[in-house]
Each structure stands twice: as structure tokens, then as C-alpha cells.
């Protein structure tokens, strides 16, 4: 066999082992991505098991400057302060973006304010939250989320007249 073919063939190996791979990515970012969304979707509709069921253990969150905190008191917030606070959660994902272990979501979330929340009682009021997280998935679980919201924008619709 003359090397030009050996060559040859030696490169079209390589580039199909690349594509497959490729593909092999290309289902587990999508895999990902499903992962990430579905835990908003879960917190969203109070699907609490659901929501435990999508973090590890090992969870951290971070959000806003404030210290870390674990699965468990992110569950308690999430169920506790934010989804008794708003009712009728529209969520929407503007941008979803996948790199390895990393989903980033750029979202809206469209609520009405039912009970109080850092301080102030519920004015019935339809808002819309905006913000972005990260979240890392690994093994088909969700194991740090890091979040800004825009709370000024939030707490000035909740404070206006």
C-alpha cells in the first residue's frame, strides 16, 4: 500500500471518529439543556419530588452576591419563599446555550405577586422577572446553578404605584 493512500485513509478514519463524536456531543448538549429546563419547569409547577430528583446532593447555588447555599435550602426558597410569593409562573427561555458541563439560560418570568416577598405584601400585581443562570450538569443532574436576577427591576415593579 503506498503511503498517500495510507495517509488517506488514516484521515478519513480520523474525521469520521470526529464527526461521531461530534454527534455523541451534540445528544448529551441537548441532554443537558433538557436537564437544566426541567428543573425550572419542576419548580415552576411545584413538582418538589421532581425538583429534589434533578439536583445532586452536592448542589451549590449561588445567586446575586449572597453565599453559597446547599440542595436543601434551595429547595426550601424555591418552594417556600419564591412559589409563595408568585402564582401563574410563565417562564420563558430567551437563550439556551450548552458548552460541556454548562447550560446558560437567558430567561423572562412572567408571575403575579400573592404573598409577600423580602418585605412586601403581596399587591397582586403581574410582574416579569428577567435574569440569567448557569447551570452544571453532570450525570443527568444539576450540581451548581449561578444566578443574577434583576431585583432592581423586580422590587421597582412591586414598589410602584
Known sequence: M?????ISISF????GNAKSQERMNSKQLEANKEVALNLSKAIMCGEWEKVDS???????YEADG????????????MKNVLSNAFADMDMNFL????EGDLVSVDY???????????????TQK???????FIRE?????VTAEWQTTNMAGLMQQLTAK
Open 95 to 98: 437563550h439556551v446555550i450548552a
Open 12 to 15: 478519513l478514519l480520523i474525521i
Open 108 to 122: 423572562t418570568n412572567k408571575m403575579t405577586h400573592v404573598g409577600e416577598f423580602f418585605g412586601i405584601p403581596a
Open 66 to 77: 449572597r453565599p453559597a447555599i446547599g440542595k436543601q435550602e434551595y429547595i426550601g426558597f
Open 137 to 141: 450538569v453532570k450525570n443527568g443532574k
Open 2 to 6: 503506498n503511503k498517500f493512500l495510507l
Open 54 to 60: 434533578l439536583i445532586s446532593d452536592d448542589f451549590k
Open 126 to 132: 403581574r410582574i416579569i422577572a428577567s435574569g440569567q
